[in-house]
């Protein structure tokens, strides 16, 4: 069972990235939006393509950081679910509808 956050709760650069995936861009980095494989089998379990996944900035961070947020569905900018790691896919947490 995946821990359940308030997107209230997050960082900020989470919050603004989600805003971005409802808007559908423009994002800053261009792995923004590749498929997620969910190779660690974390997330429930899904047809490869429904997971995508999203670069949340890490303030003084030279690479993209360890933050994500991967959305999952039929269409990015309406995802059925989206779930936020702060430690690169060891953990996720199901950002509240």
């Given at each position: 069972m995946v821990a359940t956050?308030?997107?209230s709760t997050l960082?900020?650069?989470a919050r603004q990235?989600?805003?971005l995936i409802l808007a559908g861009g423009p994002f800053p980095y261009g792995k923004d939006g590749s498929v997620f494989g969910n190779r660690e089998r974390l997330l429930p379990?899904?047809?490869r393509g429904y997971y995508r996944e999203y670069t949340v900035?890490?303030?003084g961070a030279k690479n993209r950081g360890a933050r994500r947020i991967v959305c999952?569905?039929?269409r990015p900018t309406t995802p059925q679910?989206?779930?936020y790691t702060g430690d690169h896919y060891a953990s996720?947490?199901?950002i509240a509808p």
């Open positions: 956050v308030d997107l960082p900020p650069q990235t989600h805003q379990l899904n047809t900035k890490t303030p999952g569905g039929t679910a989206c779930y996720f947490k199901l």
